[in-house]
């Protein structure tokens, strides 16, 4: 049985101390159930045609002239159909931007595939998924399906074939095995279609206010979805610190360079290459 994550991300780069992609990791029947009962919930009265927790905490948007106890209790009904079909794991990415602001201009080269914290974020999340998966015991292909993005989903559509194939030959059996399990290729689909993805999106705009320390009357929501579905032990919290080690640990995987060839060619990137670590900004 196929096994999906959904995936959303919360943040805006320049504006939030922190981004965030979050979500589930679940059987697909699951999530057809899943996805049954939701449309179900959303269409009871007062209904919604979609579900966006930015949208539900401002009374904006879907529950633009809302009453609050409307909408809390459109809040629990949600709650609850994820409590009714619960996901395996939820995982999640956060990133420090201050500290990425710091290192991307010595450490990452642009165009690159973690040379945004969207990028960066995405490649974290794909290989804790694919961690999960292995855990459990199954080497079956997974689907990562994320929320669309118009922008940043070309780009990692560009870099992601070169990193599944490299991984594949690395010397490591551990990064090796990644390759198996990992997805032909990320999805990006609308949340406003795609019902997962609205969970998805509660879950990483949860993950936002608390790790930027505002509290709001939303706690209750991770504290019941806590009790049900346990965290990704390959979730992470991305410090500076924490990237300075996963780079230094990145410069330790050596790719045949024949292959390093074939991906500057195809890339069309005839000057790209990994800066080396601790390399000074040029003048």
């Not at 009714?84 to 690159?112: M, N, V």
Request: aromatic share 10%; hydrophobic share 40%.
């Amino acid at each position: 049985m196929a096994i999906q994550a959904y995936i959303d991300d919360s943040g805006v780069k320049g504006t939030d101390p922190i981004f965030v992609l979050a979500g589930f990791i679940g059987k697909a029947e699951q999530w057809a159930e899943f996805s049954t009962a939701w449309k179900q919930h959303l269409r009871e009265s007062p209904s919604i045609a979609y579900f966006k927790m930015a949208e539900a905490a401002k009374l904006g948007g879907e529950f633009r002239f809302w009453k609050h106890a409307d909408r809390d209790r459109k809040l629990r009904g949600c709650v609850e159909v994820i409590k009714r079909y619960p996901p395996q794991h939820a995982i999640h990415c956060t990133i420090d931007l201050d500290a990425f602001k710091k290192r991307e201009s010595r450490s990452y080269e642009k165009p690159g595939p973690v040379s945004h914290p969207y990028l960066l974020g995405s490649h974290v999340v794909l290989s804790g998924v694919c961690y999960e998966v292995l855990d459990s015991g199954s080497q079956d292909q997974i689907e990562v399906i994320f929320d669309q993005q118009l922008i940043f989903a070309p780009r990692l559509k560009l870099w992601y074939p070169m990193i599944r194939e490299g991984l594949s030959h690395v010397k490591d059996e551990t990064l090796r095995s990644l390759s198996r399990v990992l997805p032909a290729d990320p999805m990006f689909r609308d949340d406003k279609h795609l019902l997962p993805l609205q969970a998805a999106d509660m879950l990483a705009w949860l993950f936002r206010m608390a790790f930027s320390g505002h509290r709001t009357e939303f706690e209750w929501i991770g504290i019941e979805l806590a009790s049900v579905m346990p965290m990704s032990r390959y979730s992470t919290i991305l410090t500076e610190e924490r990237m300075d080690r996963q780079e230094a640990m990145s410069h330790e995987v050596q790719f045949p360079p024949e292959l390093v060839r074939k991906w500057v060619n195809n890339l069309g990137l005839p000057r790209w290459k990994r800066r080396k670590r601790n390399a000074k900004k040029p003048h």
